[in-house]
């Protein structure tokens, strides 16, 4: 991922400039071979501090991201999923 650019729905890699690859045929190249895109990470936070008396410190942090996906099967006839 560090060697590339993903830009207006190409993925370009930034160590030889010819190799270009728009994203939906990245996307079905790794559906093909089994290749699973999901990733896992964490975040250690910095430590957060606050002083009541005098009215300063930093009490919290706000950095969030989340991402859900679900693939599911309707049997459009019953409704059954």
Known sequence: IEDTTWRNGQIKSNLQSDIQVPLQEAVSRCRQQGINLAAYGWFDPP?????????TGSPYFTW?????VAEVKVDTSTGKV
């Open 47 to 55: 430590p957060i501090h606050w002083d009541e008396e005098k009215g």
């Open 64 to 68: 969030v991201y989340g991402c859900q």
